[in-house]
T-cell receptor, first 113, second 111 residues
Framework: QKEVEQDPGPLSVPEGAIVSLNCTYS??????FMWYRQYSRKGPELLMY????GNKEDGRFTAQVDKSSKYISLFIRDSQPSDSATYLC?????????????FGKGTRLSVIA | DAGVTQSPTHLIKTRGQQVTLRCSPK?????VSWYQQALGQGPQFIFQ???????QRGNFPDRFSGHQFPNYSSELNVNALLLGDSALYLC??????????FGSGTRLTVV
């Protein structure tokens, strides 16, 4: 079993739809949870960052973490064609910038105008 | 823009050859990590450099080696290239108290 599981999709939705992206993980040591967005031919860019269980909202994006179920989600409201990208979940045991990240496979999202 | 710069952007090599990829970190960052992203996969941690030394290493063979220079820039070297080494190689810089900034990567094709 991989440490982080993520459905690779692809996922195709109409503009304005609510998108739900999910990851599960097996390592109980993970405390910090991130969502990255990766456009084609680009590196990942950090979208959301959460610590432990709970919700965090930033504009159209909401990140949820349920540590009891080892399950994290990213919701995108009022999706736009510019949201079309690959979304990667990532996790680490510590917050610092010297702790390696463990990534999911990424989910490819297309938002159709 | 003082983000992470990687060179070259694309590279084609033959099996058995050696390759060197380069990374300049974001201004102010002192730690450089390298990740391999195969097609359709998430990035996998190769190793991390800090104060010119390899501090941590992922599950990659010794064919993968690196270096960090006094100006914090870094190189990734891969020897005896295999077809399976074809991937996007990402450099990420950071401070111990901060998160990662990724470069756009070097796409390596081994033929």
């Amino acid at each position: 079993q991989k440490e982080v599981e993520q459905d690779p999709g692809p996922l195709s939705v109409p503009e304005g739809a609510i998108v739900s992206l999910n990851c599960t993980y097996s390592n109980s040591a993970f405390q910090y949870f991130m969502w990255y967005r990766q456009y084609s031919r680009k590196g990942p860019e950090l979208l959301m960052y959460t610590y432990s269980s709970g919700n965090k909202e930033d504009g159209r994006f909401t990140a949820q973490v349920d540590k009891s179920s080892k399950y994290i989600s990213l919701f995108i409201r009022d999706s736009q064609p510019s949201d079309s990208a690959t979304y990667l979940c990532a996790m680490s045991a510590r917050q610092s910038g010297n702790t390696p990240l463990v990534f999911g496979k990424g989910t490819r999202l297309s938002v159709i105008a | 823009d003082a983000g992470v710069t990687q060179s070259p952007t694309h590279l084609i090599k033959t099996r058995g050859q050696q390759v060197t990829l380069r990374c300049s970190p974001k201004s102010g960052h002192d730690t450089v990590s390298w990740y391999q992203q195969a097609l359709g996969q998430g990035p996998q941690f190769i190793f991390q450099y800090y104060e010119e030394e390899e501090r941590q290493r992922g599950n990659f063979p010794d064919r993968f080696s690196g270096h960090q220079f006094p100006n914090y820039s870094s190189e990734l070297n891969v020897n005896a290239l295999l077809l399976g080494d074809s991937a996007l190689y990402l450099c990420a810089s950071s401070l111990s108290s901060d998160g990662y900034t990724f470069g756009s990567g070097t796409r390596l094709t081994v033929v």
